[in-house]
Antibody
Framework: EVQVLESGGGLVQPGGSLRLSCAVSGFSFSSHAMGWVRQAPGKGLEWVSAISGSGSSTYHADSVKGRFTISRDNSKNTLYLQMNSLRAEDTAVYYCAKGIGGGWSKHDYWGQGTLVTVSS | QSALTQPASVSGSPGQSITISCTGT?????????VSWYQQHPGKAPKLIIYDVSDRPSGLSNRFSGSKSGNTASLTISGLQAEDEADYYCSSYTSSSTVVFGGGTKLTVL
């Protein structure tokens, strides 16, 4: 059974940093791209970042480019999102999602999300 | 990258069919066969229902189908059921090597 579990969310002040983690099991982690998608309270889905199975290729939305970094540790079956220079508009539930095969633009398994609140 | 355009809401009666449109540009929907659709119930994580325009994940009901014409993709749900009431989002790969979502459509089953 595929399991995806995010952690690391919480309350952070504007300008601060936070690192999200996503532990997975039930599939060959290194064979699949992974991604992060967020959803602000009461709003729609927004794609954030993606990474290839090997970790050699990464992709970021313009809204987070230069501030967020996606990475993975295939030995630990864990995905990360390092978030720096956080802004109020980054407040959202952050979902970790598994890519389908080598594709990183479509996701077949999602975690339940972790809430990040940026506020003073 | 602007969000894909979806109707804010659609509705239908049990047993009927509905279609949700998703309009983009030649740089996203029209340029690639990488359109996905997700269903999201309140307070829950999104669930993949269609990928690569018209492919269904294993085990998903064939009441859900997808198609594309030009810059517009469509999701059709046939034989509407009460449990289909949810928010639906389309997404597409883009020429900038990013992903763009639609604004979401609230489906009400009357």
């Amino acid at each position: 059974e595929v399991q995806v579990l995010e952690s690391g969310g919480g309350l952070v002040q504007p300008g601060g940093s936070l690192r999200l983690s996503c532990a997975v099991s039930g599939f060959s982690f290194s064979s699949h791209a992974m991604g992060w998608v967020r959803q602000a309270p009461g709003k729609g889905l927004e794609w954030v970042s993606a990474i290839s199975g090997s970790g050699s290729s990464t992709y970021h939305a313009d809204s987070v480019k230069g501030r967020f970094t996606i990475s993975r540790d295939n030995s630990k079956n864990t995905l990360y999102l390092q978030m720096n220079s956080l802004r109020a508009e980054d407040t959202a539930v952050y979902y970790c999602a598994k890519g389908i095969g080598g594709g990183w633009s479509k996701h077949d398994y999602w975690g339940q999300g972790t809430l990040v609140t940026v506020s003073s | 990258q602007s969000a894909l355009t979806q109707p804010a809401s659609v509705s239908g009666s049990p047993g009927q069919s509905i279609t949700i449109s998703c309009t983009g540009t030649s740089s996203d929907v029209g340029g690639y066969n990488y359109v996905s659709w997700y269903q999201q119930h309140p307070g829950k994580a999104p669930k993949l229902i269609i990928y690569d325009v018209s492919d269904r994940p294993s085990g998903l009901s064939n009441r859900f189908s997808g198609s594309k014409s030009g810059n517009t993709a469509s999701l059709t749900i046939s034989g509407l059921q009460a449990e289909d009431e949810a928010d639906y989002y389309c997404s597409s790969y883009t020429s900038s090597s990013t992903v763009v979502f639609g604004g979401g459509t609230k489906l009400t089953v009357l």
